[in-house]
């Protein structure tokens, strides 16, 4: 055992409330115990809203005054997004949060009762005595990396919506205007400005070089084409 396991068992002293959250997506479970893993108090739901983690906040200070613990630590097993909410919510109280290995916790299930079965009240009961056994590692719940994350999220559903609108485009030139593609092998200002302003080939049939360089001018964002230089 190395001296980062050490300290994170001698975090966990008898003066340490230790909760142990099985995290979902619109109510969580609580079990709460001490730190030799007796059990404190009942399984207890927990709702995912700014309502729900004040109740929670509450329950532990009443837990600490009955109890009489002056510190409390609280361990998830993180789930998708779901435990970021609680994560800030718990910064702002000044609350540790830390994470427990889902294989810690699916092991240790099977452990205690050889069923390897999700359960809620199971899975809290066997997080916190994983936190009280300083099994568990410290999350990374930076602002800055959060806003990164949304961001680059954000991106990637754009670019992945910008490639559908692309192919439609595709595939509506391949039916209606075959050619097109032949003289704008890429897209870009001027392609958008051709399909705004003369998007069928009956568009431009009857029309001079003069007249479509005029209508192509009134596009937004589109710098003056120019003639073909020959």
Known sequence: MNCTQNRKIEQVTDQTLVIGMDIAKQKHYA???????????????VFQSRFGFEQFYALIQEAMRE??????????EPTGHYWLNLAHFLEEKGIPLVMVNPM????????????????????ALVIARLVKDGRFSYPRILEVEAELRAGSTFRE?????????????????????????????????LVLAVLENTPFPMDI???????IMERYRQSEGLKCPQKPKI
């Not at 192919?167 to 050619?179: C, G, H, K, S, V």
């Open 67 to 76: 109890f009489g613990k002056t510190e409390v630590i609280v361990g998830i």
């Open 157 to 189: 559903s754009l670019v992945k919506e910008r490639n559908a609108v692309h192919n439609q485009m595709i595939r509506w030139l391949a039916q209606y205007f075959p050619e097109f593609v032949q003289v704008f092998p890429s897209f870009g200002n």
């Open 205 to 211: 049939v009857d029309q001079t070089v003069e007249g």
């Open 31 to 45: 079990a709460i115990v001490d730190a030799r893993g007796r059990v404190l108090k009942k399984l207890f739901p």
């Open 104 to 123: 810690h916790v699916k092991r240790s299930k099977e452990l205690g009762d050889n069923l390897p079965t999700k359960h809620d009240a199971k899975d």
